[in-house]
């Protein structure tokens, strides 16, 4: 594997940061409806449980003879049982893998899932990088928004030590113009300048500051994968 040179400013040098409407289908609504009656329900049992336990029953007021108390104490371990039953039926719904819209460890921004390489796959060379997002249905990221980036940003903010990462933007077609994966000219988005661009530079990889730069595609580096929420099928 290449190691990246580490004089300063050079544009292959790591960069490090020092600091640790989109509708959902109908389906997905009315599973997110059943979540909010079942907590309804939850909240409802348990506010009846503490008017039992003081006395207060929104009735009549409970007969102290035994056969009552026995009645009373019946109830309440009905209670208990029905609300420990929807609590795990609650459990199960909203841990069961079906219902994320992301795969685990990719994160959700608007629409669409991200997912960030770095500490969790070895590096790769540019072309390797598009490889692995096709494998898992996404691309290398293509930046539609400059708030986009900014989230994108935000996560990496959270590595102690983060190196740069392979973005879907490349000038390989036509040396010196730089285009998305998708066929989207660098120049529409004003946000966004290469630097460093060189005939030998043709991938660019966005560092921790939010620049970006061109560089060599054989260098080994982590990558950005983008792809579209897409609700799975029960």
Not at 11 to 19: I, L, M, S, T
Not at 74 to 87: F, N, P, S, V, Y
Not at 132 to 155: D, G, P, R, T
Not at 163 to 188: C, H, I, R, S, Y
Request: some cysteine; aromatic content about 12%.
């Amino acid at each position: 594997m290449e190691d990246p040179l580490r004089t300063p400013g050079h544009p292959d040098q790591k960069y490090w940061v020092n600091r640790g409407a989109f509708r959902l289908p109908m389906h997905l609504f009315l599973h997110f409806v059943i979540i909010m009656v079942l907590k309804g329900l939850l909240i409802a049992c348990a506010n009846y449980l503490l008017r039992v336990n003081a006395g207060e029953c929104g009735g009549p007021k409970l007969n102290p003879v035994y056969e009552d108390e026995k009645s009373t104490d019946g109830e309440k371990l009905q209670l208990h049982a029905e609300i420990q039953r929807l609590t795990e039926l609650l459990h199960n719904i909203t841990t069961d893998s079906r219902c994320q819209l992301c795969p685990k460890t990719w994160h959700r921004y608007k629409g669409h899932c991200y997912f960030i390489s770095a500490g969790l796959e070895e590096d790769r060379k540019w072309v390797e990088s598009v490889e692995y997002c096709a494998e898992h249905n996404a691309s290398l990221a293509v930046f539609q928004h400059e708030a986009e980036m900014e989230f994108i940003l935000s996560l990496l903010s959270r590595f102690e030590e983060m190196p740069f990462l392979w973005l879907g933007l490349t000038d390989a077609q036509v040396e010196g113009v730089w285009a998305w994966q998708d066929g989207t000219l660098l120049q529409n988005h004003r946000f966004i300048k290469v630097q460093w661009d060189s005939e030998h530079r043709d991938c660019a990889d966005l560092r921790g500051d939010g620049s970006v730069f061109a560089s060599d595609c054989m260098s080994y580096s982590p990558w950005l994968c983008k792809k579209p929420m897409v609700p799975p099928e029960f």
